[in-house]
Nanobody
């Protein structure tokens, strides 16, 4: 069992940066692959970035490559998403997710646990 809580969202201007965090409770954090997803109003939830339990497999959506960086600290049971050069189209609720698959998967159905989300709003 893994419980997830996101933080770090906010309102920023285009070009700005944020650092999102996902704190996990439970003993299973080191054995799960983690992912960040986002959902804008009226749109489906979409994959943003993922990192495997050993950090050996990292994957990004094409739209965020070069701007977002995912990382995790298994000793602190925390995952991060550094988001730079934000654009208005990055505005969404950002969710962290955890799953037992050994590699990063883009599908939401592969993840067993979800946080409540943190809002990121980028003004132009």
């Amino acid at each position: 069992q893994v419980q997830l809580v996101e933080s770090g969202g906010g309102l920023v201007q285009a070009g700005g940066s944020l650092r999102l965090s996902c704190a996990a409770s439970g003993r299973a954090f080191g054995s799960v692959t983690m992912g960040w997803f986002r959902q804008a109003p009226g749109k489906d939830r979409e994959f943003v970035a993922g990192i495997s339990r050993s950090t050996g497999n990292i994957n990004y959506a094409e739209s965020v490559k070069g701007r977002f960086t995912i990382s995790r600290d298994n000793a602190k049971n925390t995952m991060y998403l550094q988001v730079n050069n934000l654009k208005p189209e990055d505005t969404a609720v950002y969710y962290c997710a955890a799953g037992y698959q050994p590699v990063v998967v883009h599908s939401t159905t592969a993840y067993d646990y979800w946080g409540q989300g943190t809002q990121v709003t980028v003004s132009s």
